[in-house]
C-alpha cells in the first residue's frame, strides 16, 4: 500500500492511477438519472448557468445537467475517465486536476460530488480557493465528502481525506469567506461498496477575497 501524501503533495498519483485502471468499468457502472442532491442544485440554478464541474468521472451527473439546461465545462484529472465522459457526451472533456483551476469569476456554480474527497487534506484549502475565486461572487459550490477521523486510503488503495463535520467545516472557513456554508450529514456506499458517512457542502461565496 502506498503512503499518504506529504504536506506538499497536490494530488495523490496513486488515487488518480486507480481511475486510469479502472476508468471503463467505472464509467460503466452507473445509471445517469436521479441524485437528491443533483436535482438540488439544479433547482437552485437560473437556466443557462454556468457550471464548472471537478472529477466529473464517466459524466453522468454532466449529462443530466446538461439536459437540465445548464452550461456545463466537466473536468477530470484523469485521462482515461475524462475520454470515458467525452464519449458519452459527444463533446470535450478537459483533463484538469484540482490545483490546476486558475480561472477567476467565470462560473455561477461548481459541481464537485465525490471528488474533492480525493485531494490531499493540505492541498484542500487551496483547492476551495481557487475554486472560490473561479466562482462569480454569489456562486454556488456543492462537494462531498466521505467522513471519517483523518486521512486514510480504502481498501482499493484511493486516498482520502476523511474529515470530520467539525474540521470540513473549518477548512471552507479558513480557506475563503462564504455568505452561506451548510455541511449536511448521511450515509451512504462507494465503489468499495463500504457503506459510510458522507458529508454535502453547500456553499456560496462571498464577495471578497480568499484567505487561503
Ligand atoms: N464525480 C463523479 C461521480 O460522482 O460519479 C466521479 C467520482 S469518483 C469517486 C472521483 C473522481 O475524481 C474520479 O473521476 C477521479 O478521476 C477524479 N479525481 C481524483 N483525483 C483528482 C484530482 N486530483 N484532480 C481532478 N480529478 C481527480
Redesign the pocket.
Known amino acids: 500500500m502506498t503512503d499518504l501524501p506529504d504536506e506538499h503533495d497536490t494530488?495523490?498519483a496513486a488515487?488518480?492511477a486507480f481511475?486510469e485502471r479502472e476508468a471503463v468499468a467505472?464509467a460503466a457502472r452507473?445509471e445517469a438519472g436521479a441524485h437528491a442532491h443533483l436535482d438540488r442544485f439544479i433547482d437552485r440554478l437560473s437556466p443557462g448557468a454556468a457550471v464548472l464541474e471537478?472529477?466529473?468521472?464517466?459524466g453522468?451527473?454532466a449529462q443530466a445537467m446538461l439536459e437540465a439546461g445548464l452550461r456545463v465545462t466537466p473536468?477530470?484529472?484523469?485521462p482515461a475517465?475524462a475520454a470515458e465522459a467525452s464519449a458519452r457526451l459527444g463533446r470535450p472533456v478537459k483533463v484538469?486536476?484540482?490545483v490546476q483551476l486558475r480561472e477567476e469569476k467565470r462560473y455561477d456554480a461548481v459541481w464537485a460530488?465525490?471528488?474533492l474527497l480525493?485531494?490531499p487534506a493540505d492541498a484542500l484549502p487551496d483547492i476551495l480557493g481557487r475554486i472560490w475565486r473561479a466562482l462569480k461572487p454569489g456562486g454556488l459550490l456543492f462537494a462531498s465528502f466521505k467522513a471519517g477521523d483523518g486521512p486514510g486510503r480504502d481498501a482499493l488503495g484511493r486516498y482520502y481525506n476523511f474529515p470530520s463535520r467539525d474540521g470540513l467545516e473549518a477548512t471552507f472557513s479558513m480557506a475563503a469567506p462564504w455568505a452561506e456554508l451548510t455541511i449536511e450529514t448521511g450515509t451512504g456506499g462507494?465503489?468499495d461498496g463500504v457503506e459510510r458517512t458522507w458529508l454535502a457542502a453547500w456553499a456560496v461565496a462571498w464577495p471578497a477575497e480568499p484567505l487561503a
Open positions: 494530488e495523490d488515487t488518480l481511475y467505472y452507473r471537478l472529477g466529473c468521472g464517466g453522468h451527473e473536468t477530470d484529472g484523469s475517465l484538469m486536476t484540482f460530488n465525490a471528488c480525493h485531494a462507494g465503489y
